[in-house]
């Protein structure tokens, strides 16, 4: 197996599980679907749910689905998430992510993960100016 | 004290922390100096090394600077520093930030921290696809 | 080897090792021992006094002993820990976790990390209702 | 202002907010929102797709409610996100959670960080019997 | 109250209780118990396994206590807890650590923070000379 | 490939790139270069900026460098960096850290990270005593 409750591969799935395979093919131009909707497919309430949001929440919006892949690094490198690295860094590149904004992107999460530790450790009240 | 080490007013300040506070403004176009940077102070290296730093990730580059931003705030949100996702949320609202566009950013940061999780839980793994 | 100091088999363990071994064994009714205590045996005083808080903090009390392992894989699920989610998984499932059961606590876990960073996102605050 | 776009109240939002409201007072039979809801309410996008998903994963199902408030505290405490500690707490005690079970969560949630990184620091792999 | 279960002084205390009490203020030779063992008094079991346990890691060994205060302090800034980071900093500096190391030591976090997201986000494999 | 976009290696290198590769080899007074410093060699401003970070941050001061590198072991183990965790446990035999050291390490890492969930779930305040 490849994934505590095995993959569900589209032969052997139910036709509620094959509806979200096919939206999910359908919505990204692709034909194949990627592990991770296979895993979690035993549950399909979840792999329906799931799918739904992110669909929604990386639609374009007033962010554009580039920055929407970027930020997604961004918290998986932060989280340290090996396999929503790997496939949120395969998204970003199908949307236009150059080798140099990948970098940009990671010198900025580098930056960003040191200072919040300095203001964490120092201890540093936010400034009247900051408070909501 | 609002600091471990307290923090250090400009006019208390060494002419080489005076310089970077200087520095600071000038690049920011702003006439103060927020806590974190007087915190940090006390160690001028530090100081001195962290913003040379920021100033140079958070440059206009192949990302722009609001992208930055966003991607800051993303971070400090998941790692959970209030210090620092008022200031970056303050500092993205400067650099054009919208409502809807941090609306936007906050949905992402949340469905990628839930993602990462399930895909963490349920040990799947990364497809043949996505491998570097 | 298969940890940073090796692993201790029961056959090269020192007579204090072995005291731990064989309780862990008596008490999970089991004959072998996972790398976890292995690994960690080359200290024998963490050996024991990680062995000792793990077994009076998984015990049946107020919360059932599957409950306990069910939240231990939260916790694993969210920290990232791959070899705790494996072995808390398995555990849970030596005490009746069934498929639906693994589904749902992977829901939960899932959401509440999306909630955890929006309600740190939009600096929420604690309403008087829930103050301590 | 008690967060990043302020706080919406049921007389200030509009009808599609109100109808989130109304399921989540009706749902929880109660006659108050907690900050949460009203902080994100400024997406209503978000706000009834975060609260459609909460109202899913939280319903009775293999695991009982209050065993999945159990969970959520478990992650709230693992990434330290007061609000949710402070809000779930109380959810949980709601549904049956006793000063002693809360005892034993907690001490499980301690445990469960303690060996996390006892097993990543000592980089122990996952034996043989835990694979998937 | 100042904590989930509120703080039970030592007039209140069960005897059991105060000898845990009576313990730390001998061991670290103060007469005072800062809330954190008051709040988790409210679970004896858990009081003393936590404190027999912190005062078995943190007695003098291969590492002296003030390094372990350090390293405490390390993982507290990292993971966000500032009850910990308040508490530590006080303790590591009861034993000596000066302005000049609290600020050495916050430089090497915030370093570590960093690099480890870039060693993340850049899936960098383990170099054979470092396999364990 | 072993990252995201590849290694470096010294022959493939620029001359900016070089430079650095060789001042990392003549400072740790070593032959080789490790896959982190290859990996992102692909952004010669943040391998410069990193290693001029890292070479500052990590040079004797008021604490030696080998409590430096225990430090980094401590924050690695605890965000979960499998590649940091292996190399700086490297680096740290190197400088002279013993087994026993290692061992106590673990124990005050896997101690502090349990703590800092039961200050943050019981929700315990800091102690007037402890506030900066």
Known sequence: MMATLGLIEYEDASSEVRAVYDDIMSTRKTDWINNFWKAIAHDPATLRRTWE??????????????????????????????????SHTAGARKKGMTDGMFAELMAVVGMANETNRLAKGYQVEVDEAFRV
């Open 53 to 86: 949001s992110v669909k929604q929440v990386m639609a374009p919006g007033e962010l554009d689905p580039l920055v929407k892949e970027l930020i997604y690094v961004a918290v998986s490198a932060t989280t340290g998430c090996e396999y929503c690295i790997a």
